[in-house]
């Protein structure tokens, strides 16, 4: 079936892949349902891992956990978050999802606009600046994490 007939994404249509931060589940996005505006992905964290201090141009963002607690920073504040809360980023807002615990992180990310115009989609996105100066001391004293590259 093709995204553009797609209605419904049951577990076995969902696109699975790995990056540096989390094992996915792309549940929402153009090549999967005929999506626009919504990117839907439900992120599994290992314990002691994280998505450090990055941003995304030209999309705002909701983080929600399912399961776990999230150390999730928006700017320079953090709350621990718990299932059933969330997060708002606005777009070009630097933020991180850390999980400095013992037990895994489930979150759903969910972002908009799914598609972006030709002269927007050329920005990288995520955008890492864990890096940079102004962050790289933020979560100083705190426990540390890891990526998986």
Not at 11 to 39: G, H
């Amino acid at each position: 079936m093709s995204a553009s007939d797609r209605r419904f994404v049951q577990i076995a249509d969902a696109l699975r892949e790995a990056n540096a931060w989390t094992n996915n589940e792309w549940l929402c996005r153009p090549d999967v349902v005929a999506a626009e505006k919504l990117l839907l992905v439900r992120a599994n964290m290992d314990p002691m891992h994280c998505h450090p201090f990055h941003f995304h141009p030209h999309r705002e963002e909701i983080i929600y956990v399912i399961y776990g607690r999230a150390e999730q920073w928006v700017g320079r504040e953090y709350r621990i978050l718990r299932a059933g809360e969330m997060a708002h980023i606005p777009a070009g807002t630097i933020h991180a999802t850390y999980n400095p615990h013992a037990e895994p992180l489930v979150f759903l990310a969910i972002l908009s606009p799914a598609r972006l115009p030709d002269d927007l989609a050329v920005a990288p996105d995520p955008n890492d600046v864990s890096a940079s100066a102004a962050w790289v001391s933020v979560r100083q004293g705190m426990t540390a994490c890891v990526t998986r590259t």
